[in-house]
DNA sequence: GTCGACGCGATTGTTAGCAATCATGTCGAC
DNA sequence: GTCGACATGATTGCTAACAATCGCGTCGAC
């Protein structure tokens, strides 16, 4: 009946990533370890520790002697962390059309009306949800836990730039049919269609990111 | 001039890297710090913080209040990364076969010479050593960072694996015409084919692996 | 003889404080 | 006025001791 299940680390760490992706800390901003200290409630042990951690999801960067700060990912990096996620994702999709179950097949017919319905109805931000649940569903269905552990620390180093995106106009009109590609490819256990479906999905945000780029990219 | 250019930590982790990488340490063996504070002669705090940089590697696993001890990867796991590192040097190779200049092509043409005089001279050891060279120049000409990133840690996690194969016979009979496979792609500047060529000679490494899970595994 | 409670040594987790380093602002020479 | 040496406060790197936890052997009840 111990009250605490997870170390005073492990919840730092949890907090300050959380701190982190909801952009209360800037790309480039300094963490000052003494602040960390007061802001999550913890030791500056623990604080130091899950600097450490973030270094590791590469959310964060240490200097030596010069202290922490968040981690700036420039557009090249995120088109480069873009590329690598298209043939993981790729991998994982492939890999879902080998393993896929009846069940799972329909949960993945279920998500495709869902999100048509979403973008009929123009509401985006559900549509944005259920993209998430789409992709995290395939990774399920496939069960490949190196690429899982990969891709979350990708995806963690990205959020900035990904949430610029979905605020482009028209992007769900673009991505909705090759989501149904996906699914289509995937519910037919058709692992090389399913792999070039996503590989193609995810090279139109790539293209879309490097038009952002052209276009004077973030401050 | 001064003595140290780099800091204690640093040279403990890289220290303590290697002696896992030659095996000096087995997997699962447990890491205590206080014989690697004697080991490494650092003090605990660096051994800690060593310990802690290579469990980001993937190399080094810890336990809450049962400490640290060398990460065993199974075969299981092996094919994982070893798909992985397919898609991602597949990646790598066609962006090579994007960038590549016409000294690299020269380069990558000796190598292959170099290659295919080891295995008519049964010369495996140097073989091996061409084979890291060689993925190591694709690497190059690419300069994809992040996937070099990640390639790196996942060959290190699969080192002890890697050397039980290179030691099957007859493999070099069979990667040899993979390899020259790779070479030709990226001299004629071909991604697609230089990603396939990359893929299948991974992807027949993989097939390996799961023979030797058939037959047995290893101890 | 077997099982579980208990205690002890070994090992890791944590703390507080000191030392080293860096960024900044001030002063003086030119 | 500008540049560089220098002092100073802020911040991180590190040490050593202390507390918490675990693995394991011992002992006793049944």
């Known amino acids: ?4 299940r997870t170390s005073a680390a492990v919840r730092a760490r949890d907090k300050l990533r959380e701190a982190i992706l909801r952009g209360e800390y800037l790309p480039g901003e300094r963490l000052v370890e003494a602040q960390l200290c007061e802001r999550l409630g913890v030791s500056r042990f623990n604080a130091r520790t899950a600097l450490q951690d973030l270094v590791a999801e590469g959310l964060v960067e240490i200097q030596r002697n010069k202290g922490a700060h968040v981690r700036k990912v420039s557009i ?11 043939v993981l994702e790729g991998l994982v999709a492939a890999r879902a059309a080998e393993r896929v179950t ?8 279920e998500i495709g009306q869902l999100m048509r319905r979403a973008v009929e109805a123009e509401e985006f931000r559900r549509y944005s949800d259920l993209n998430q649940r789409l ?12 690429a899982d552990r990969l891709i979350a620390t990708l995806r963690g180093q990205l959020v900035r730039h990904q949430y610029m995106l979905s605020l482009l106009p028209g992007r769900p009109a673009v991505s909705l049919p090759q989501h149904e590609r996906i699914i289509a490819a995937i519910r037919a256990a ?3 269609e399913a792999e070039a479906a996503m590989r193609d999905h995810i090279n139109s ?10 276009l004077g990219g973030l401050p």
């Open 102 to 109: 009846a069940e799972q097949a329909a949960e993945l017919e």
């Open 1 to 4: 009946m111990s009250p605490e």
């Open 135 to 146: 992709h995290s569903l395939v990774r399920r269905i496939a069960g490949h836990t190196t």
């Open 76 to 86: 090249d990096e995120a088109i480069e962390i873009t590329e690598v996620r298209m």
């Open 190 to 192: 058709d692992p090389k």
């Open 205 to 214: 945000v790539a293209a879309a990111m490097r038009g952002m780029d052209v």
